[in-house]
């Protein structure tokens, strides 16, 4: 990934743990935001959503962190049509080619928001509302002065704690063994969670194996799977 300066947003208060890039939109991507945004992405506003009206059922909710492209979104979200899904990604190709796989999939349980992520779990998110979140494969910034940057801090994992209802499962992936250690720490620091496993978890079979991962898997790269949840 390229290198970019650090920056400081003064709205916030904080490191964002993103860098925003333009991406090179694709005529379908563009084609499926036209078309199917309107109907599967939830625009940004300061109030809690009503999971109900916006899935017209009572199913449990997850969240996810950061849906990149949307393979394993999509996957998971049509293996679990008892569950609503909602996905959260700053880029626009992501958000469009995600759109483009819900109709291919034809998928009715997911639902997209572009935005960042802390204020859309500060402002969008009630309290104890989720069932479930997934942050998989965040960036690592890899550098040490970048490692403020790093999604999974104990500010997020607390927010993050407080959307979760009791028994609700948080589920990290990296490749990046570093950021693995990183998580376990932070995580296991948090009072509100309790680690499923001993150190690092099994892959829980939901979870796909993206080509990306196929392949560092085969050059011999790891990855670590952690689960946690709520007390």
């Not at 990149?68 to 049509?81: C, D, K, L, Q, S």
């Not at 009072?191 to 690092?200: H, R, S, V």
Request: aromatic share 8%; hydrophobic share 40%; charged share 20%.
């Amino acid at each position: 990934m390229q290198d970019r300066p650090l920056f400081y947003d003064p709205t916030e208060h904080r490191i964002k743990s993103f860098v925003t890039r333009a991406g090179r939109l694709s005529p379908a991507q563009a084609k499926a935001i036209a078309t199917l945004g309107p109907q599967f992405c939830i625009p940004y506003t300061k109030a809690p959503l009503d999971f109900t009206q916006v899935f017209s059922n009572t199913d449990p909710t997850i969240l996810e962190i950061g849906t990149g492209m949307g393979e394993t979104t999509a996957h998971i979200a049509g293996h679990m049509p008892d569950k609503n899904f909602i996905g959260v990604e700053v880029h626009t190709p992501g958000i469009g080619s995600l759109l483009k796989r819900i109709d291919e999939n034809q998928l009715k349980n997911l639902r997209l928001i572009q935005h960042d992520a802390v204020e859309v779990l500060t402002h969008m998110i009630a309290p104890a509302s989720l069932s479930g979140v997934h942050v998989f494969f965040p960036d690592p910034w890899h550098k040490a002065r970048h490692n403020k940057r790093r999604l999974i801090q104990p500010t997020l994992v607390a927010l993050l704690v407080s959307r979760m209802q009791s028994g609700a499962v948080l589920h990290c992936a990296t490749d990046w063994e570093h950021y693995a250690e990183q998580m376990l720490e932070v995580l296991s620091a948090e009072a509100g969670l309790i680690n499923t496993a001993e150190g690092y978890a099994e892959k829980p079979s939901y979870r796909p194996l993206t080509k990306f991962e196929n392949r560092g898997l085969k050059l011999g790269h790891g990855v670590w799977d952690l689960v946690f949840k709520k007390r």
